[in-house]
């Protein structure tokens, strides 16, 4: 379980020190060198646009047939960038905070990208045949930018390895696997389209969470807790969706699976329905306060409330 103060703005939050952040229960510093989700279609084509508040990618895909093979290329500014921000940050560590690697979106999520959301869905119908081996270049561009960064940080020293879910493993390759796009796709889809893929991530990441993000991606949580090799599922219950207090069942089934899982509470009644409704072990809770006070009190409800629990066996 881990709290962090929010005492900071949204664009100081990756490079938050300690003497602005308090760090309460498990949480830790960290710095990752983000150059926006899109990374990989960025390095693949696309011209990322920046704004104060986030980046997105400009598809530039028309024709599938028209398209040379997507490669990657480690002249390209979007991975020069993050690489660059990465040796700078190992030069400043100095042992103050864990390095992450950069933030990675690909497979379905990289493909929406580079041929913008509506196309993509027709082309699920009209193109199927043509995202395989796409999919599958996507993935090399994948690998490569995460194995030259996570490299990179263990010739540093560094024990461990992290990243945006801020989760630390202390010497398993780790990553979060995701597939937001699910969203608008069935599970025949899903299967054909996202598993092949995940399957890879799961075998290059080594010890991976998914990233289920949203009510309507739900649909794909049965095939998930089949993969024997994917060690735990973060819910995210996504933009205008009740609390996660009132989502114990999707949470519980995670668990009922043998597998871990991490979720962002919005306050301490989340926090209390959490630790009281599930098995305490195995969950990973993440969630701000507005003072060191309130997470500390925070730490210690939830201590107590487990403390309190009957025992349990966690599969």
Same mark, same amino acid.
């Not at 709290?3 to 990756?14: A, F, G, L, T």
């Given at each position: 379980?881990?709290?962090?103060?929010?005492?900071?703005?949204?664009?100081?939050?990756?490079?938050?020190?300690?003497?602005?952040?308090?760090?309460?229960?498990?949480?830790?510093?960290?710095?990752?060198?983000?150059?926006?989700?899109d990374?990989?279609?960025?390095?693949?084509?696309?011209?990322?646009?920046?704004?104060?508040?986030?980046?997105?990618?400009?598809?530039?895909?028309?024709?599938?047939?028209?398209?040379?093979?997507?490669?990657?290329?480690?002249?390209?500014?979007?991975?020069?960038?993050?690489?660059?921000?990465?040796?700078?940050?190992?030069?400043?560590?100095?042992?103050?905070?864990?390095?992450?690697?950069?933030?990675?979106?690909?497979?379905?999520?990289?493909?929406?990208?580079?041929?913008?959301s509506?196309?993509?869905?027709?082309?699920?119908?009209?193109?199927?045949?043509?995202?395989?081996?796409?999919?599958?270049?996507?993935?090399?561009?994948?690998?490569?930018?995460?194995?030259?960064?996570?490299?990179e940080?263990?010739?540093?020293?560094?024990?461990?390895?992290?990243?945006?879910?801020?989760?630390?493993? *202390?010497?398993?390759?780790?990553?979060?696997?995701?597939?937001?796009?699910?969203?608008?796709?069935?599970?025949d889809?899903?299967?054909?389209?996202?598993? *092949?893929?995940?399957?890879?991530?799961?075998?290059?990441?080594?010890?991976?969470?998914?990233?289920?993000?949203?009510?309507v991606?739900?649909?794909?949580?049965?095939?998930?807790?089949?993969?024997?090799?994917?060690?735990?599922? #973060?819910?995210?219950?996504?933009?205008?969706?009740?609390?996660?207090?009132? #989502?114990l069942?999707?949470?519980?089934?995670?668990?009922?699976?043998?597998?871990?899982?991490?979720?962002?509470?919005a306050?301490?009644?989340?926090?209390?329905?959490?630790?009281?409704?599930?098995?305490?072990?195995?969950?990973?809770?993440?969630?701000?306060?507005?003072?060191?006070?309130?997470?500390?009190?925070?730490?210690?409800?939830?201590?107590?409330?487990?403390?309190?629990?009957? *025992?349990?066996?966690?599969?």
């Open positions: 379980m881990r709290r962090r103060n929010k005492q900071y703005s949204k664009k100081s939050k990756e490079i938050a020190s300690r003497s602005s952040c308090y760090y309460a229960a498990e949480d830790y510093p960290m710095f990752c060198p983000n150059v926006g989700t990374v990989v279609a960025g390095i693949a084509g696309s011209e990322l646009i920046y704004a104060p508040e986030t980046v997105w990618a400009k598809s530039f895909v028309d024709d599938w047939d028209a398209l040379s093979p997507m490669k990657f290329d480690e002249n390209n500014e979007y991975f020069k960038y993050a690489f660059e921000l990465t040796k700078a940050a190992i030069k400043d560590c100095d042992n103050d905070f864990i390095i992450g690697n950069t933030d990675i979106h690909a497979g379905l999520d990289a493909m929406s990208a580079i041929r913008g509506e196309n993509l869905c027709f082309d699920y119908i009209d193109n199927r045949e043509k995202l395989f081996s796409r999919i599958d270049e996507l993935f090399e561009i994948e690998k490569e930018l995460f194995t030259r960064i996570d490299d940080i263990r010739k540093s020293g560094q024990n461990g390895c992290s990243n945006r879910m801020y989760i630390y493993h *202390p010497d398993r390759k780790r990553y979060v696997t995701s597939c937001d796009v699910s969203c608008m796709i069935s599970p889809d899903f299967e054909e389209l996202v598993i *092949p893929n995940l399957m890879k991530e799961i075998a290059l990441f080594e010890y991976s969470i998914y990233h289920l993000d949203g009510i991606a739900v649909r794909h949580l049965d095939r998930l807790l089949k993969i024997d090799e994917l060690k735990g599922v #973060q819910w995210v219950p996504g933009a205008g969706s009740p609390p996660v207090r009132y #989502q069942d999707i949470m519980k089934k995670i668990q009922d699976a043998g597998k871990l899982l991490t979720v962002c509470a306050d301490i009644e989340d926090v209390k329905a959490i630790c009281t409704g599930l098995n305490p072990e195995g969950v990973h809770i993440h969630m701000y306060t507005s003072s060191p006070e309130e997470a500390d009190y925070t730490v210690k409800t939830a201590e107590e409330i487990c403390a309190s629990q009957k *025992p349990k066996i966690f599969l």
